[in-house]
């Protein structure tokens, strides 16, 4: 290997991975192919983003080609969120970014066609892959990597038992849905976005850097990570009031095999209000209010995918 080919890989890895055999045997198999891998492990809360700005401290000295998040879609949310807020306006990242696939659905590393269950080859994918520049959308000044999901939907993933979803994966949430949709109410909002204005009563709704939300569900199915724009996806509370049939619909195959009432549209600016408070989801992770700017942030840092 040339020095040039040659990277120092910086692993946050989830202390709930640490002990894996396959995690230990694919950070060998990339040493051995000749690159530096340092890895820092989580522990307690807090530690994610602790280490995280170590790593941009690090950079200086060590000089780290790229910054590789160990887990779900929760930890690269929370990697890029700390770096980019770390560094403010000044500058881009000084490194590439990428994603050790750990968690349950992994829903950003399947949109970059990660397989989840080769963990060897997502690591050595990040050591090869180039890094392509990639948007980032923003809620409220937090970033996220993959989708904003908001409403009925949401209040399903947040709820979702985590032991059920070590059983059963995505189809947790399918589960879940249908056997609480019953405690669970629709929410009124105004959107607004370039020459679109929609208000009424929705399920759920979701903006859209990537295409998956939720443990695979197909929220914002043309969704495109490099394209300066974010994918609007409205699901409005049926007029019938089935709620438990749309929600298997959604659910089971996405927004692509409901046929009626889905709102789409695509925008770099969306604006929300909601007579209540609500709970959003950035990559996993809930906020609640009742106002929200949504926007996007082009090119802002590199990916390797």
Partial sequence: ???????????ILNGKSAG???VRAAISAVRDMGH???????????????????????????RIDTLVSGGGDGTIHEVVDTVLHELGDRDRPPFAFAV???????DFARHIRLDPA????????????SAKPMDVGEVNGCCFVNMA??????????????????????AAYLFTGLHRFSELSACEGQIEAEDFVWEGAFIALAIGNGRRAGGGIRLCPRAKLDDGLLD????????????????STLL????????????????????????????????GEPMNGQDWKIGIRQHLIDMRR
């Avoid at 989580?42 to 200086?60: P, Q, S």
Wanted: include cysteine; aromatic fraction near 4%; proline fraction near 4%.
């Fill in 100 to 106: 050790l696939p750990l968690g349950t659905a992994n």
């Fill in 232 to 247: 609007l996806t409205i699901i409005p509370f049926p007029k019938s009031g089935k709620v438990s049939d749309l929600l």
């Fill in 252 to 283: 089971e195959n996405g927004v692509d095999g409901m046929k009626h009432g889905i709102v789409q549209r695509r925008a770099r600016d969306i604006r929300i209000r909601t007579a209540k408070p609500v709970q959003f989801n950035l990559d």
């Fill in 149 to 170: 999901t908001g409403g009925f939907g949401t209040q399903v993933t947040s709820q979702t038992d985590p032991n059920l979803k070590r059983v059963l994966g995505g």
């Fill in 36 to 62: 530096d891998v340092s890895v820092r492990v989580t522990y307690e809360a807090g530690d994610t983003t602790r280490l995280a700005r170590e790593a941009l401290a690090d950079h200086k000295q060590q």
């Fill in 1 to 11: 290997m040339r020095n040039s080919d040659k990277q120092h890989l910086r692993v």
């Fill in 118 to 129: 080769d963990v060897s080859a997502c690591l050595r994918f990040a050591a090869r892959a």
């Fill in 20 to 22: 894996r055999n396959d």
